[in-house]
């Protein structure tokens, strides 16, 4: 079965899409359940749906204008926030609105026909290109790299911030790079299952670890693993199903996340 899956070019990069998307969502994922920043990270992702709109009115591939958008929103909030004052639901609440009415108006703006907007909003992996790939790859060597060389800073700034400052490390410096490379990944995975799911993606695998660990190096690498058989298991199905790819992800995800809760409940 496996063997006829790959025989096609366009199921090759959706594997190879899932497996390089698995890291980022184990790792990112980890990082965002842990620090608690959820509802951000839903933000970020609505806001880039203005940038790809964006990207369909100039005529310029909407993933680069999509993580441009996400990048200028994630620098911002924290910036905002600390500025005004503001409650951080609402700043993510007019960042989310005017985010998505954007990019409503630029696609309305777009000469011609009106793009397809499906798999942007619910993702299809079938459907990546050799762009998409190369920018997973660039995106997740780079977070391997960054969390790896700087591991215990990293759990430092996650569970003891007053460390990190006690020591002379600038804990804004952690912030900044982590909020970009949340934004950058968020925009990624937005062709594997969509703007309204690619927080599920993120957040799911690593919840079903930490029902299993504390250690914040198996939560992420159990994240990537668990994403990963969850989006090439999905993948399968939604093939053979010829059902949306995105959905079957996240259902997927969503149906071991409650397998994995039972079966925490009844061995404590």
């Known amino acids: 079965m496996i063997n006829a899956i790959i025989n096609y070019g366009f199921m090759q990069r959706a594997l190879l899409a899932a ?16 620090k608690k ?5 839903g933000g970020i992702a609505h806001t880039s749906f203005g940038g790809i709109g964006l990207g369909y009115l ?10 441009i958008f996400a990048v200028i929103a994630s620098i911002s909030l924290p910036v905002i926030k600390r500025k005004t004052q503001a409650a951080s639901d609402t700043l ?3 960042f989310w609105a005017t985010g998505m009415a954007l990019g409503i108006l630029f696609i309305g703006l777009t000469p011609g026909y009106p793009p397809d907007m499906t798999s942007y909003l619910f993702g299809d992996i079938l459907t990546v290109s050799n762009l998409y790939l190369i920018l997973l790859a660039v995106l997740s060597l780079i977070v391997v790299i960054v969390f790896v060389s700087m591991f215990n800073y ?7 911030e007053s460390y990190l400052h006690v020591i002379g490390i600038d804990t804004a410096f952690f912030e900044r790079l982590l909020y970009i490379l949340i934004a950058l990944t968020i925009v990624l ?33 159990s994240a990537s693993l668990i994403s990963l058989s969850t989006s090439i298991g999905g993948l399968i199905l939604s093939y053979y199903f010829n059902i949306p790819s995105g959905a079957t992800i996240i259902l997927l995800a969503v149906i071991i996340y409650f397998g994995a ?5 009844f061995k404590k």
């Open 19 to 34: 497996v390089l998307a698995s890291i980022l969502s184990g790792i990112i994922g980890a990082v965002i359940v842990e």
């Open 37 to 41: 920043l959820v509802s951000m990270s």
């Open 58 to 67: 100039f005529k310029i591939p909407p993933i680069i204008t999509g993580m």
């Open 92 to 94: 993510i609440g007019i």
């Open 154 to 160: 990293w759990k430092a700034y996650l569970f003891d």
């Open 189 to 221: 995975l937005i062709k594997v299952v969509g703007i309204i799911l690619a927080i599920a993606l993120l957040t799911i695998p690593s919840a079903i670890a930490k029902l299993y660990t504390k250690s914040l190096k198996v939560l992420m690498i």
């Open 261 to 265: 809760y039972i079966v925490n409940k």
